[in-house]
């Protein structure tokens, strides 16, 4: 098959069940659901469009620190077409804009994935956000955690150290 063959079937294929399945979820209005399913289709099978559909759905659900942090992970795949690539550039600004920014430094610097950040709401039925230290903006030994607005607890655990929790409120 050739490379204009291969583009084509490639653009005209169905998507995987997952992303279609998330896709219709999203379509019912049912955008936590959504982007869960998404989460999950990336995470299970690898599927990188389940990223990009979740990272939309939790921007329409109103979880902003969610939103990013799938657009930020789809990006970070270095997948998708340009046009692609800009939604999830779109989205990722967009939370970012109406969102609050804590920044965390740890002692000593941590590197690569060493460490999780945690970040949990009181409200009911918020999802906790979790992310590796390296899926953060990171410079140094300081990392940047964009959260919604509101009242959090933020819990950084690394191997070998001590959890810390810390409690956060963030503006838009």
């Known amino acids: 098959m050739s490379a204009v063959g291969l583009a084509l079937s490639l653009a005209i294929a169905p998507p995987p069940a997952c992303v279609r399945e998330a896709t219709e979820a999203l379509a019912r209005?049912?955008?936590?659901?959504?982007?869960?399913?998404?989460e999950a289709c990336h995470a299970e099978e690898g599927h990188a469009q389940g990223l990009l559909l979740a990272s939309q759905a939790w921007l329409q659900a109103g979880r902003l620190a969610h939103a990013r942090l799938d657009?930020?992970?789809?990006l970070a795949l270095g997948t998708?077409?340009?046009?692609?690539?800009k939604v999830a550039e779109l989205?990722?600004?967009t939370a970012t804009q109406r969102s609050g920014t804590a920044w965390?430094?740890?002692s000593p610097a941590a590197t690569g994935d060493a460490g999780t950040?945690?970040?949990?709401?009181?409200d009911?039925?918020?999802p906790t956000l979790r992310a590796r230290w390296d899926e953060l903006g990171v410079d140094g030994d300081a990392a940047t955690l964009v959260l919604d607005p509101g009242a959090w607890?933020?819990?950084i655990a690394r191997p070998g150290f001590h959890e810390r929790t810390i409690e956060v409120t963030c503006a838009e």
């Open 29 to 38: 209005g049912e955008a936590e659901v959504a982007a869960r399913r998404g």
């Open 71 to 74: 657009a930020e992970r789809f």
């Open 80 to 85: 998708g077409s340009k046009s692609v690539r």
């Open 91 to 93: 989205v990722r600004d």
């Open 104 to 106: 965390l430094a740890v």
């Open 117 to 122: 950040i945690t970040a949990t709401r009181a």
């Open 124 to 126: 009911p039925g918020w």
């Open 153 to 155: 607890a933020v819990t």
